[in-house]
Nanobody, 126 residues
Framework: QVQLVQSGGGLVQAGESLTVFCVAN????????MAWFRQRPGKEREFVAGIQWSDGSTDYADSVKGRFTISRDATNTVYLQMNALKSEDTAVYYC????????????????????WGQGTQVTVSS
Protein backbone atom coordinates (compact mmCIF):
# COMPACT_ATOMS: atom_id res chain seq x y z
CA GLN A 1 0.00 0.00 0.00
CA VAL A 2 1.09 3.52 -0.79
CA GLN A 3 -0.42 6.69 0.57
CA LEU A 4 0.23 9.86 -1.40
CA VAL A 5 -0.28 13.22 0.26
CA GLN A 6 0.00 16.33 -1.84
CA SER A 7 0.68 19.91 -0.87
CA GLY A 8 1.54 23.16 -2.55
CA GLY A 9 -0.42 24.67 -5.37
CA GLY A 10 -2.48 27.83 -5.20
CA LEU A 11 -3.08 30.96 -7.22
CA VAL A 12 -0.30 32.68 -9.18
CA GLN A 13 0.04 35.15 -12.02
CA ALA A 14 1.04 34.09 -15.49
CA GLY A 15 4.81 33.90 -15.82
CA GLU A 16 5.35 33.07 -12.16
CA SER A 17 6.58 29.83 -10.60
CA LEU A 18 5.07 27.33 -8.25
CA THR A 19 6.03 23.97 -6.78
CA VAL A 20 3.73 21.13 -5.83
CA PHE A 21 4.81 18.35 -3.51
CA CYS A 22 3.84 14.75 -3.02
CA VAL A 23 4.85 12.68 -0.01
CA ALA A 24 4.69 8.91 -0.41
CA ASN A 25 4.23 6.70 2.62
CA UNK A 26 4.03 2.96 2.87
CA UNK A 27 6.14 1.19 0.29
CA UNK A 28 9.82 1.73 -0.25
CA UNK A 29 9.93 5.10 -1.96
CA UNK A 30 13.14 4.23 -3.75
CA UNK A 31 11.30 1.58 -5.78
CA UNK A 32 8.36 3.76 -6.85
CA UNK A 33 8.03 5.23 -10.30
CA MET A 34 6.30 8.55 -9.77
CA ALA A 35 4.38 10.83 -12.05
CA TRP A 36 2.28 13.96 -12.16
CA PHE A 37 -0.96 14.22 -14.08
CA ARG A 38 -3.43 17.07 -14.32
CA GLN A 39 -7.02 17.62 -15.18
CA ARG A 40 -7.89 20.95 -16.71
CA PRO A 41 -11.45 22.27 -16.55
CA GLY A 42 -13.64 20.34 -18.94
CA LYS A 43 -10.76 18.14 -20.09
CA GLU A 44 -9.63 14.57 -19.57
CA ARG A 45 -6.81 13.84 -17.18
CA GLU A 46 -3.44 14.18 -18.91
CA PHE A 47 0.14 13.24 -18.23
CA VAL A 48 2.49 16.00 -17.14
CA ALA A 49 5.76 14.42 -16.04
CA GLY A 50 7.21 11.18 -14.74
CA ILE A 51 10.37 9.91 -13.10
CA GLN A 52 11.57 6.31 -13.08
CA TRP A 53 12.67 4.71 -9.83
CA SER A 54 15.44 2.66 -11.47
CA ASP A 55 17.59 5.30 -13.12
CA GLY A 56 15.88 8.61 -12.42
CA SER A 57 15.06 9.12 -16.07
CA THR A 58 12.27 11.57 -16.74
CA ASP A 59 9.59 12.20 -19.31
CA TYR A 60 7.48 15.27 -19.94
CA ALA A 61 4.43 16.24 -21.90
CA ASP A 62 5.33 18.46 -24.82
CA SER A 63 3.20 21.25 -23.39
CA VAL A 64 5.42 21.57 -20.30
CA LYS A 65 8.88 20.69 -21.60
CA GLY A 66 11.40 23.32 -20.71
CA ARG A 67 9.11 24.86 -18.09
CA PHE A 68 8.36 22.08 -15.61
CA THR A 69 10.81 19.87 -13.73
CA ILE A 70 10.03 16.68 -11.86
CA SER A 71 12.44 15.55 -9.18
CA ARG A 72 12.54 13.37 -6.12
CA ASP A 73 14.52 13.27 -2.93
CA ALA A 74 16.04 10.22 -1.28
CA THR A 75 13.41 10.04 1.41
CA ASN A 76 9.81 10.15 0.26
CA THR A 77 8.97 13.29 -1.69
CA VAL A 78 8.49 14.02 -5.36
CA TYR A 79 8.35 17.59 -6.59
CA LEU A 80 6.97 19.33 -9.61
CA GLN A 81 8.64 22.68 -10.14
CA MET A 82 6.57 24.77 -12.53
CA ASN A 83 8.08 27.85 -14.13
CA ALA A 84 6.75 30.35 -16.64
CA LEU A 85 3.22 29.30 -15.83
CA LYS A 86 0.47 29.96 -18.32
CA SER A 87 -3.28 30.25 -17.88
CA GLU A 88 -3.65 26.93 -19.68
CA ASP A 89 -1.71 25.26 -16.86
CA THR A 90 -4.70 25.86 -14.60
CA ALA A 91 -5.76 22.43 -13.41
CA VAL A 92 -6.03 20.02 -10.55
CA TYR A 93 -2.68 18.29 -10.32
CA TYR A 94 -2.37 14.68 -9.14
CA CYS A 95 0.67 12.69 -8.20
CA UNK A 96 0.70 9.00 -8.94
CA UNK A 97 2.82 6.01 -7.94
CA UNK A 98 3.62 2.74 -9.65
CA UNK A 99 5.00 -0.05 -7.48
CA UNK A 100 6.02 -2.33 -10.35
CA UNK A 101 9.74 -3.10 -10.35
CA UNK A 102 9.68 -3.68 -14.10
CA UNK A 103 7.17 -2.21 -16.51
CA UNK A 104 7.02 -1.89 -20.25
CA UNK A 105 4.15 0.58 -20.00
CA UNK A 106 5.21 4.14 -20.77
CA UNK A 107 5.11 6.59 -17.90
CA UNK A 108 2.50 8.72 -19.66
CA UNK A 109 -0.13 5.98 -19.38
CA UNK A 110 -2.37 6.65 -16.41
CA UNK A 111 -3.40 3.03 -16.10
CA UNK A 112 0.13 2.19 -15.05
CA UNK A 113 -0.36 3.80 -11.65
CA UNK A 114 -2.17 2.12 -8.83
CA UNK A 115 -1.97 4.92 -6.32
CA TRP A 116 -3.04 8.53 -6.60
CA GLY A 117 -2.85 11.61 -4.48
CA GLN A 118 -5.84 13.68 -3.47
CA GLY A 119 -5.19 16.40 -6.02
CA THR A 120 -4.18 20.00 -5.59
CA GLN A 121 -5.52 23.02 -7.41
CA VAL A 122 -3.18 25.23 -9.42
CA THR A 123 -4.73 28.39 -10.81
CA VAL A 124 -2.83 30.71 -13.12
CA SER A 125 -4.39 34.07 -13.77
CA SER A 126 -3.51 35.99 -16.91
Amino acid sequence: QVQLVQSGGGLVQAGESLTVFCVANGRSFARLTMAWFRQRPGKEREFVAGIQWSDGSTDYADSVKGRFTISRDATNTVYLQMNALKSEDTAVYYCAADTAIFSSTPMYVGGRYGYWGQGTQVTVSS
